[in-house]
Nanobody
């Protein structure tokens, strides 16, 4: 059974930074693509960043977070991260880590990051950006 557990959320002032972590258990990260989603109150869940399952780990970012967020993975530690800088109030949301185990090593996650593409989900970690 694959389990994802997010951590690192919290309250931060505008312009601040947070690093979210996603601990994966139950399988290795090889060939698995990961996506960070967020869901703000009253809004639909949206993908903000993904990292492909290939060795190169090609990423994709939602345009509003491009240049501010960085997704990364550590296969040896079974961890996935989302570094969030220059945070804005509109980044406030619950952030979820999700795994796509069927994508394979040749698939680019930028073409495959819908909620229906994901096989496993964490329970989320809340991020609040406010002064």
């Amino acid at each position: 059974q694959v389990q994802l557990v997010e951590s690192g959320g919290g309250l931060v002032q505008p312009g601040g930074s947070l690093k979210l972590s996603c601990a994966v258990s139950g399988r290795t990260l090889d060939n698995v693509a990961f996506t960070w989603f967020r869901e703000a109150p009253g809004k639909e869940r949206e993908a903000v960043a993904c990292i492909s399952g290939s060795v190169s780990g090609t990423p994709w970012y939602l345009l509003p977070v491009l240049g501010r967020f960085t997704i990364s993975r550590d296969n040896a530690e079974n961890m996935v991260y989302l570094q969030m800088n220059s945070l804005k109030p509109e980044d406030t949301a619950v952030y979820y880590c999700a795994a796509d185990v069927t994508a394979g090593p040749k698939s680019y996650c930028g073409n495959r990051h819908g909620t229906h593409d994901m096989d496993y989900w964490g329970k989320g970690t809340p991020v609040t950006v406010s002064s």
